[in-house]
Structure formats: C-alpha cells, structure tokens
C-alpha cells in the first residue's frame, strides 16, 4: 500500500496492531463477556500511559487523551464482542473457543483503534481525545448502555469504522445521511396439539403449521410492501418438535424485520400478525407474535462525513471514496451515539485482489490485515483535520 496511509502508519505499529488482533481473534468474547478482551485493550492502553476507565456498560473501556483546555473532544468508538459461530477459516490464529468466532471483524476494530491511540499518543494535537473500546454491539445495544454512562459529555463529534468485505482493500465507502436500518426482532410461538406421529388426525402439527407460515411470511415484503422502499423480513430461527414419531405440540420461529421507514415498519406488523393468526386457525392451532424494537438507524451528519471525506482523499487518494449507491440493512448501535453528537460511520474495503467475497458473519470470514492500517490512518487524519478546522 504505497501511500499516506504507509507514512502515517509506521511498520512497528502495524506489526503491533496485526499482533493485537491475532491474539484477540483467538479468544472470542460475546456480548457483555468481553473479559480477556477489556483486559487486553487496559493493558495495552497503560502500556501507552493513558487515562482509562474501565467496566463501563459491564465490559467496556475508555481512554482519554487530555491535551487541550479550549480544544475540540473528539471521540473514536470500536466494538469488541464476538459471535456464537464455529470458525471455518483454517487460519493459523482461528478460534480457540469452539463455537464462538470474531465473525464481523470487531476485532480488527480493536486493533484499529488502539493503533490510532500509539500515533496519536506520539503527537500533542490541541484536543482532548476520548477512545471507546464498546461491548455487546451484536444484538446487546453496548451503545445505549454506553451513552447512558454519561461517557458522550463535553464530546463535539464522534467517528468509528467497520471492517467490509464488500469493497477492495484500500477503498473506502461513506455518505451523509441513513447508512444502516432500523432493526426489529419478532418470536412466532406456535401452539399445536401433540401426538402419536402415526395418527396425525389427533393432534394439531405445530411444525407443518411452522412451514406454512414460513413460507406465507414470505410474500409480506414482495406482495405487500411498496417496492420502493427498503425492507427484510428474514426467519433465521425454526424450532419445534423432540423426537422422530410425535407431533410437536409446539413451535417457534424468531427472525428479523429490517426497514428504513417508520410506516413500513409498521405495515410490515400489521401483515405478520395477519398472516401468522390466520395461517395459525387455518391448521386449528394458536400463533402469538412478539416484537421487540432494536437499533435506530445510523444517520451520519453532513459536515462530519464531509470531514471524514477528506480525510480518505488525503490519506489514500480520490479514487478511495465509494460511494455507496444503497443503504445497508444491516443494524449497528453506533446509531445510539450519532443520537447524541454529530459523526460519521465508515466503511473500510477488506477484500484482498484475487480472493473470493465472504461476507461478514461468515463461518469462513477473515479480512486483509493492511485493513487495520487504513482504519488507524484514517482516525488519525480525521483528528488532524479536526483540530485545523
Ligand atoms: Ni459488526
């Protein structure tokens, strides 16, 4: 990687960073039991002399660069929580925790952060720097806890990256506005009647009901839901039954229902509860419907995307900036700090030339380390830029 990023980021700090996330990556943590991990970045961070504060929302950890009276405060956050997926990569380093994996690259975020903590800790720049290493990102709302500990006061603005396979190693994708969805959780109890398996007559099937409706929710986004407007409704979870000749008396679906508008949301509600009530009397059989609201949407503010823009162009050059053409829906709870102060989320391309594209929370994903050198080199230039502004 022949550029700024390379003088920003010297070789000794890159070897550092990649060691940090080696050594992370083999013990995954999930949410809330980040342990090891906060326990690393502490030791780590007072290795480099930095103010912290440490079991913040339970495992969190925040550093503080205090250089300035009259300066801007300027934030950086990374995630640090793991998934419940097995590791298929083969790599050297891979999981020694089986079923648990950094599947989504949080632990790369750590080590881009603590890198941008070395090179910033080496320069005096007129600001106060507050870094946050932040638990429970997958589904536990780390973020909220997070800025309900007060942890956002006196901050101007705040920056933090992910790790995405859907761009090349040294591209990077930004823009103001909405860049991930409101996401919302749903569980589908099914309620049968169990039996014999030979006499079916007797008893309600909870499973065929199960299918059914699997299959009916499928037609709420593609029949029911203008096709303009984004929206996901995905069943990532089927249950019932126990053993090969009864019925299941019971079973359960759990999923996720991804949009960008509030009336979307809600017709998508409206049409699940129809459908699971009506698919569930058809059958002779119960359906009860719970939903539980997750993330808001990651709104980036204009001037700070704009600060973050310049940012890439200095650091990696005009052609770095992809403009993403769609919103993901993808959640991120980097939406509950962007609530509070003004900043931006970006993506930084992983894909190395050559390599096949696996997406995150992938069993086999893994990302081009040179990543980490971007990330750091970014939050770098983005503190430079800040202090000029
Ligand atoms: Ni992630």
């Keep these: ?81 793991a998934l419940p997926i097995t590791e298929e990569t083969g790599l050297p380093f891979a999981s020694q925790k089986p079923g648990f994996m950094h599947a989504c690259g949080h632990d790369g975020h750590i080590a881009i952060l603590l890198g941008a903590v070395a090179l910033l800790k080496k320069e005096l720049l007129p600001a106060n720097l507050v870094f946050i290493f932040q638990p429970g990102e997958e589904g536990g709302g780390g973020a909220k806890y997070m800025v309900e500990a007060g942890i956002l006061d006196g901050v101007d603005a705040i920056f933090a990256c992910h790790l995405d396979p859907h761009f090349w190693l040294g591209e990077v994708s930004l823009r103001p506005g909405p860049v991930t969805a409101f996401t919302e959780r749903f569980t589908i109890e099914i309620k049968g009647r169990g039996g014999h398996a030979a006499r079916p007559h007797e008893a309600v099937d909870a499973i065929v009901v199960a299918s059914s409706m699997v299959l009916a929710l499928q037609t709420v986004v593609s029949r029911q839901i203008d096709p303009t407007m984004p929206a996901v409704v995905s069943i ?13 008396d019971t079973a359960v679906l759990k999923g996720t229902i991804r949009t960008t508008d509030p009336r979307v949301r809600k017709e998508i509600r409206a049409a699940m509860n129809r459908i699971a009530q009506r698919t569930a009397s058809m059958h002779k059989a119960k359906a009860e419907l719970v939903f539980e609201g997750g993330y808001p949407a990651v709104i980036n503010s204009p001037k700070e995307t704009m600060l973050a823009n310049r940012a890439i162009r200095n650091i990696l050059g005009d052609q770095a900036r992809v403009k993403r053409p769609y ?63």
């Design 327 to 389: 919103i993901s829906l993808g959640g991120e709870d980097f939406a509950y700090y962007l609530q509070k102060v003004p900043g931006c989320f970006i993506r930084i391309g992983t894909r190395e030339k050559g390599t096949p594209f696996i997406p995150n929370h992938s069993p086999r994903f893994d990302f081009g380390e040179d990543a980490l050198k971007v990330g750091a080199a970014l939050f770098v230039e983005i503190a430079h830029i800040y202090c000029k502004t």
């Design 1 to 81: 990687m022949a550029n700024k990023v390379d003088d920003l980021v010297p070789e000794e700090i890159f070897h550092w960073m990649v060691e940090i996330r080696r050594a992370i990556h083999q013990y995954p943590e999930t949410a809330f039991q980040e342990h090891r991990t906060a326990a690393l970045i502490t030791k780590e961070l007072q290795a480099l002399g930095l103010e912290i504060q440490t079991g913040i929302a339970q495992t969190g950890v925040i550093a503080y660069l205090n250089n300035s009276n009259a300066g801007p405060t300027i934030a950086f956050r990374a995630d640090m929580d």
């Design 236 to 248: 990532g979870r089927i249950e019932g039954g126990t053993t090969f000749n009864a019925i299941a």
